[in-house]
T-cell receptor
């Protein structure tokens, strides 16, 4: 089955520390992957897409086909990064989401 | 302002009642989606539409139904609500669909949290 797995339900780091949110996928073919974020009391929104190879708010994510992973990384976490993060995979022109990881950045 | 709106934001209702969750977008998008999200769980696609008069069921079986008579409007209806329907329902829209390389951005509404007693 084509799906994404986010193994960590909760992740807590201190401000200034590096952070990595894990995402593994199962997909036959070339996957299209995204990271979505939901800040407290805000809507779910796109953070970044693998095809763009972009850095948004200091976050990057590299597609590793060998490890079937798409981990989200930031070298120095900020308190405002605290949010729910969802990894998502395109399947038949629709998005399939993981269970999400709640990131808390402590002062 | 172009946006996607969901009403009601919160609804508490008794078992057996009929409910309709409204979703409207002013972005001119053809593609619209309904996701169901239980606390701490992933979002499950329950319905989607690629345009007027086009509706399909998603991955998660749902007793709800949808209609797409106008481009901007995609309501979800439960004919007889049950406690198992208690959940958050998220509506989303996109211009190109999730699978078009280089786009894939879905715009989400604020959600409708349904509680069935």
């Amino acid at each position: 089955a084509q799906r994404v797995t986010q193994p960590e339900k909760l992740l807590s780091v201190f401000k200034g520390a590096p952070v990595e949110l894990k995402c593994n996928y199962s997909y036959s073919g070339s996957p299209e992957l995204f990271w979505y974020v939901q800040y407290s009391r805000q809507r779910l929104q796109l953070l970044l897409r693998h095809i763009s190879r972009e850095s948004i708010k200091g976050f990057t994510a590299d597609l590793n086909k060998g490890e079937t992973s798409f981990h989200l990384k930031k070298p120095f976490a900020q308190e405002e990064d605290s949010a729910m993060y969802y990894c998502a995979l395109v399947r038949s022109e629709k998005l399939v989401f993981g269970k999400g990881t709640k990131l808390t950045v402590n002062p | 302002e172009a946006d996607i709106y969901q009403t009601p934001r919160y609804l508490v209702i008794g078992t057996g009642k009929k409910i309709t969750l409204e979703c409207s977008q002013t972005m001119g998008h053809d593609k619209m989606y309904w996701y169901q999200q239980d606390p701490g769980m992933e979002l499950h696609l329950i319905h989607y539409s690629y345009g007027v008069n086009s509706t399909e069921k998603g991955d998660l079986s749902s007793e709800s139904t949808v209609s797409r008579i106008r481009t901007e409007h995609f309501p979800l209806t439960l004919e007889s609500a049950r406690p198992s329907h208690t959940s958050q329902y998220l509506c989303a829209s996109s211009e190109y669909g999730a699978g078009v390389v280089g786009t894939g951005e879905l715009f989400f509404g604020e959600g409708s949290r349904l509680t069935v007693l």
